[in-house]
C-alpha cells in the first residue's frame, strides 16, 4: 500500500523560509516522478513542482527561483524548499507520486498523472 506523508508546513513571515519532506512507503521515490501541488482557500489545486524519474526538476512561473524540489533517495522523501515566501504563497500542500510508468515531463503538471497522494501540510505566510 502506497502511503505519502507531508510534514514541516506551519506559519512564516513574509521573506521567510520553510521546508517541507513527504515520507513515502510502499513506492520507490528514486526511479518515479513525483510533485508537489497546493491548494488555497476557495481555489482549485495548483501544480507547484515536479521533479521526473530522470530527476529534472520543473517548476510553476510562481514558484520559480524560490521553491526548491529534491528527493532524498537515502530515506525515500520528496523535499520542498522554500524561500522568499509571500503572503499568495499561503496554501495547503500536498506531495504527488506518479504512474510508474515514468510519464512524459509534459504531462507532469496534470494531477491525472498523479494516483498517489499525501493529505497534505497547511503554509501560512503572513505580511
Known amino acids: 500500500q502506497v502511503q505519502l506523508v507531508e510534514s514541516g508546513g506551519g506559519s512564516v513571515q513574509a521573506g521567510g523560509s520553510l521546508s517541507l519532506s513527504c515520507a513515502v512507503s510502499g513506492y520507490t521515490v528514486t526511479t518515479n516522478a513525483m510533485a508537489w501541488f497546493r491548494q488555497a482557500p476557495g481555489t482549485e489545486r495548483d501544480w507547484v513542482a515536479n521533479i521526473d524519474c530522470d530527476g529534472i526538476t520543473t517548476y510553476a512561473d510562481t514558484v520559480k527561483g524560490r521553491f526548491t524540489i529534491s528527493k532524498d533517495n537515502a530515506y525515500n522523501t520528496l523535499n520542498l524548499h522554500m524561500d522568499s515566501l509571500k503572503p499568495g504563497d499561503t496554501a495547503m500542500y500536498y506531495c504527488?507520486?506518479?504512474?510508474?510508468?515514468?510519464?512524459?515531463?509534459?504531462?507532469?503538471?496534470?494531477?491525472?498523472?498523479?494516483?498517489?497522494w499525501g493529505q497534505g501540510t497547511q503554509v501560512t505566510v503572513s505580511s
Open positions: 504527488a507520486a506518479a504512474y510508474t510508468f515514468c510519464p512524459r515531463r509534459a504531462v507532469l503538471m496534470q494531477e491525472e498523472m498523479y494516483p498517489y
